[in-house]
Structures are given as structure tokens and as C-alpha cells.
């Protein structure tokens, strides 16, 4: 009775991980995704691959479609969205959901502190990012705003130099580039840039 029992919970363990196994689609050529953003998804600061897990599936799908669209990483100063439209350009819109689907699958550790910055002038100017990001930075889908919290300081810091600099959220079907653009207005800085950046990072 105890093998029985035994193969019979056995059995179930691997249909439940059978299950599990096709409902995550690993997608062709994700190696391409792991050798920048790592096995992990957890980022790259030397060749600047952001940290991917821990992002929200329609997020991800709406930047990948961007990328794919030259909607997002066309200005020539941005040489990693540059890169990102290469890989995504041939991508299907099925290859694209199989891929987000894969990458919210994935957890990694939440990153180390890298950018040094007054936390409360950081602080203080989040006020305005919380009106849409949240109190927590965890994030709106409703108003198409990310989760801010578990993405790399030096990522932040750089997205939030080129929405400043016009590198970012200028083309005319990127919506929210756009209203981030507007909203970025009250970063006249690098050093406000570091500021919020650390703010954002050491957020619970």
C-alpha cells in the first residue's frame, strides 16, 4: 500500500510539473535575452541590460512592441534602445507574448544600490511620480505606470536622463513616453536624476 501511495503521489508530482512546464513556453532564441539581461533576468550594469523580473506582463509587451515598432529606441544617442529594436524587430506578436510570459516566470534578487543620491531631495521629488507609480513605486496599470520598485538605480537614472535630454518619449505613438516626458520636466539634472533614482531604489 505504501508503493502504491508512493507512485501514486509520484505520478501526480510530475503531471503538476508537466503542467507547470507548458504553461511557461520558453521561446526560440531566448538565449539571445539571456546573454545581455543574464539567466536570471536579473541585469547587466556593464553592458547596460536592465533587470527584467518583477516587471508586469503588459508592460513588458507594450516596450517590446514599442521596440519592435521604432516606437522606442530610435534616437541615435540611445545606443542600448538601438540594440533592443534589432532584436525585436523581427519578432512576432505570438513570440512576443510567449516571451513576456517567460520573463514574468523568473525571479532574481532585487539589486544592489549602485547611484548615490540625496534620498530626501529624492523624496521630495517623487511626489510627482507617486501621482501615477504610487506611494510604493509598485506601479498603475490603469495609467499605464510601471513598477518602479526592484528595477536597477543606474537604470532609472539613465531612463530618467532621456525622457529630460529628449532621448525618450517623443515619438507620437508612444502615449505614455510621452506624459512622461512632461512629467520628467521636474528633473533639471543629472544630480536630480541620482536623487530620485536612490529614493526609488531603497523603497520597500
Request: charged content about 20%; some cysteine.
Given at each position: 500500500?505504501?508503493v502504491?501511495?508512493y507512485?501514486?503521489?509520484?505520478?501526480?508530482?510530475l503531471?503538476v510539473f508537466?503542467?507547470?512546464?507548458e504553461e511557461?513556453?520558453?521561446?526560440v532564441g531566448l538565449?539571445y535575452?539571456t546573454v545581455?539581461?543574464?539567466?536570471?533576468?536579473?541585469?547587466?550594469?556593464?553592458i547596460?541590460?536592465p533587470?527584467?523580473?518583477?516587471?508586469s506582463?503588459?508592460?513588458l509587451e507594450?516596450?517590446?512592441?514599442?521596440?519592435?515598432n521604432?516606437v522606442?529606441g530610435?534616437?541615435?544617442?540611445?545606443?542600448?534602445?538601438?540594440?533592443?529594436?534589432?532584436?525585436?524587430?523581427?519578432?512576432?506578436?505570438?513570440?512576443i507574448?510567449?516571451?513576456?510570459?517567460?520573463?514574468v516566470?523568473?525571479?532574481?534578487?532585487k539589486?544592489?544600490?549602485?547611484?548615490?543620491g540625496d534620498?530626501?531631495?529624492?523624496?521630495a521629488?517623487f511626489?510627482?511620480?507617486?501621482?501615477?507609480h504610487g506611494?510604493?513605486?509598485k506601479?498603475?496599470?490603469m495609467?499605464?505606470?510601471?513598477n518602479l520598485?526592484?528595477?536597477?538605480?543606474?537604470y532609472?537614472?539613465?531612463?530618467?536622463n532621456?525622457f529630460r535630454?529628449?532621448?525618450r518619449?517623443?515619438?507620437?505613438a508612444?502615449?505614455?513616453?510621452q506624459?512622461?516626458?512632461?512629467v520628467?520636466?521636474?528633473?533639471?539634472?543629472?544630480?536630480d536624476a541620482?536623487n530620485?533614482?536612490?529614493y526609488?531604489h531603497q523603497?520597500?
Amino acid at each position: 500500500m505504501l508503493v502504491k501511495g508512493y507512485l501514486a503521489a509520484l505520478f501526480l508530482s510530475l503531471a503538476v510539473f508537466q503542467a507547470n512546464a507548458e504553461e511557461v513556453v520558453t521561446p526560440v532564441g531566448l538565449e539571445y535575452c539571456t546573454v545581455c539581461h543574464g539567466a536570471q533576468l536579473k541585469g547587466n550594469e556593464n553592458i547596460q541590460a536592465p533587470r527584467l523580473s518583477g516587471l508586469s506582463d503588459w508592460y513588458l509587451e507594450r516596450q517590446l512592441l514599442n521596440f519592435k515598432n521604432r516606437v522606442r529606441g530610435d534616437h541615435p544617442d540611445n545606443l542600448t534602445g538601438g540594440e533592443m529594436m534589432l532584436m525585436a524587430k523581427n519578432l512576432s506578436e505570438q513570440e512576443i507574448k510567449d516571451i513576456v510570459k517567460w520573463v514574468v516566470s523568473t525571479e532574481s534578487p532585487k539589486p544592489m544600490a549602485t547611484v548615490e543620491g540625496d534620498i530626501k531631495a529624492g523624496e521630495a521629488l517623487f511626489q510627482t511620480c507617486a501621482a501615477c507609480h504610487g506611494a510604493n513605486a509598485k506601479g498603475n496599470e490603469m495609467l499605464g505606470a510601471p513598477n518602479l520598485s526592484g528595477l536597477n538605480d543606474w537604470y532609472i537614472f539613465n531612463q530618467l536622463n532621456y525622457f529630460r535630454l529628449g532621448m525618450r518619449g517623443t515619438h507620437t505613438a508612444d502615449t505614455y513616453g510621452q506624459q512622461m516626458r512632461a512629467v520628467s520636466s521636474v528633473i533639471t539634472s543629472e544630480k536630480d536624476a541620482a536623487n530620485l533614482a536612490a529614493y526609488i531604489h531603497q523603497l520597500k
